[in-house]
């Protein structure tokens, strides 16, 4: 096969070399080129790459013997992306398309399909006029779009719509005049304070049960959409007050019986909706649906937390941290020597409650840090140490806790300052901390630990009042140790 290389190089003797190495150059980059190469005429395949071989899966002489409508998917031809500078001859109008670019389905011999950039160009080939079109599988690339456009209206982690495509649905509906619309809007109650103690793991188990119970529940052609981090809204079209309620009670019933099956983490949804008989204002339509979302919180917002409070307990006690009979025990301890000090009954009540809940912000510490044998290292100790915020970040979650906020953040406190989380020193640190913390470390050398065997009463005795002054209060120690007398423990 030879070109004619519209060049400007004469044919004669004297510039013959350098035609022949231009002719060479092109040769090579035709052959070995990623890129498929055909030329075509009347329709008819007269030339092509060995790239065009491969890319098809045609030898050849079966490649020579294809019309170029052969490489088309069956949809190529009936869409909007057939290229028409396939049907190339001499006429005017064939003439005159001198370069074009599309991006049409191809398929090869074993049917399978691949999108197909392909570039046409008018050429001259040994004096006559035919199609050159060089070809390339963009298929990587259509699939990288198809997911960046997918990524662009979905939720990666639920694969529900995003706020994004939702506004843009809602506001499109109500410009359009539909009528009969129904807007809910969601919450995934104390999902924050299940991510930021239970971890962000767990927070996205109870995001996917949530989905899958919302999407059960919608009928089909609802549009749902994850709008926020625990907020979700629902778009439903040729619906009515009655099915809107209808969906609101089923909605609450399945979560009910998700939660009668024992899971980890307790799940509550609040729900608020609107409905529009005719045409609507998005941005009233969805303030609506969001102010009864909120009076339904608001209503349900002390049980909910306290739900998700005991279930974070749960999960500490799940863990084997908490040593069995030890909240009992230490609420005994904490109230002998609460009465002891003169604390009023209505106090001892909260210490009860401290004695219970004061470890609780421990659900956020890693396993590995949390049951190492051995010596924390001072990374680890740092993330340990933790857990009194934590604590306190859960206290002030649960209304039940509220009363005992301040002393979770402070019950590692050391009467000498060199505690933590603040470094409180002497009576700056409550009462209720300070009894706490003798009852506790009592409670903790008397009973048997993974890594030491309980001590006896007497030795346990001893060892505070070495750290009073220091770790404990004197004061509370000596009154512990005349109150806590071996008569009193039988």
Same mark, same amino acid.
């Given at each position: ?213 919302? !999407? ?6 609802? &549009?749902?959409? =994850? $709008?926020?981090?625990?907020?979700? *809204?629902?778009?439903? /079209? @040729? !619906? ?6 209808? &969906?609101?009670? =089923? $909605?609450?019933?399945?979560?009910? *019986?998700?939660?009668? /099956? @024992? ?228």
């Amino acid at each position: 096969m030879s070109f004619d290389l519209n060049s400007g190089i004469e044919g004669d003797g004297a510039n013959r070399a350098h035609l022949d190495e231009a002719q060479l150059l092109y040769r090579l980059l035709y052959e070995n080129t990623r890129d498929c190469i055909i030329f075509i005429q009347a329709d008819k395949i007269i030339e092509g790459n060995q790239a065009a071989e491969r890319m098809y899966g045609y030898t050849r002489v079966e490649l020579l013997g294809l019309t170029v409508h052969a490489l088309h998917a069956p949809e190529a031809d009936n869409s909007d992306h057939a290229d028409s500078s396939d049907h190339t001859d001499s006429s005017d109008s064939a003439a005159t398309t001198r370069h074009t670019l599309r991006v049409i389905p191809h398929r090869r011999k074993d049917g399978s399909v691949f999108f197909a950039e392909v570039s046409s160009q008018i050429a001259c080939l040994s004096g006559k006029e035919v199609l050159v079109q060089i070809i390339r599988d963009i298929s990587e690339r259509k699939l990288a779009e198809a997911r960046l456009e997918y990524l662009s209206y979905h939720d990666q982690l639920t694969g529900l719509y995003n706020r994004r495509y939702f506004e843009q649905e809602i506001i499109g509906l109500a410009r359009s005049g539909c009528e009969q619309m129904g807007l809910f809007v969601f919450d995934i109650d104390g999902l924050k304070l299940v991510n930021d103690t239970l971890g962000h793991a767990k927070g996205d188990n109870l995001l996917l049960s949530a989905v899958q119970i919302m !999407t059960a529940c919608f009928k089909v052609g609802t &549009t749902l959409a =994850r $709008i926020g981090g625990d907020e979700f *809204a629902a778009l439903l /079209t @040729a !619906t009515s007050m009655d099915e809107l309620e209808l &969906t609101k009670r =089923r $909605i609450q019933q399945e979560v009910d *019986a998700y939660n009668k /099956t @024992a899971p980890e983490v307790l799940l509550s949804i609040s729900a608020g909706f609107a409905y529009r008989a005719d045409s609507y204002d998005f941005a009233h339509f969805f303030k609506e649906a969001d102010d009864n979302l909120y009076r339904e919180k608001l209503h349900r917002q002390r049980s909910t937390r306290s739900a998700i409070v005991q279930t974070l307990m749960k999960a500490l006690e799940a863990r084997d941290y908490v040593t069995e009979g030890h909240a009992e025990r230490l609420a005994t301890l904490v109230e002998i020597l609460a009465r002891e000090a003169g604390i009023p009954e209505h106090k001892i009540v909260d210490l009860r409650l401290f004695a219970k809940f004061h470890d609780i912000g421990k659900v956020g510490i890693p396993d590995s840090i949390l049951f190492k044998p051995g010596k924390l290292t001072q990374e680890e100790f740092d993330k340990m140490r933790q857990h009194c915020q934590i604590g306190y970040g859960i206290a002030m979650s649960a209304p039940d806790l509220v009363p005992i906020t301040d002393w979770i953040l402070y019950h590692h406190e050391w009467w000498n300052g060199q505690g933590y989380p603040e470094g409180l020193q002497g009576e700056a640190i409550p009462i209720e901390c300070r009894i706490l913390a003798i009852a506790d470390a009592y409670d903790a050398m008397t009973s048997d630990r993974p890594y030491a065997m309980a001590k006896s009463h007497q030795e346990a005795m001893q060892e505070l009042l070495r750290c009073a002054g220091v770790q404990f209060d004197t004061l509370l120690v000596s009154k512990f140790a005349q109150v806590l007398t071996p008569e009193r423990l039988a």
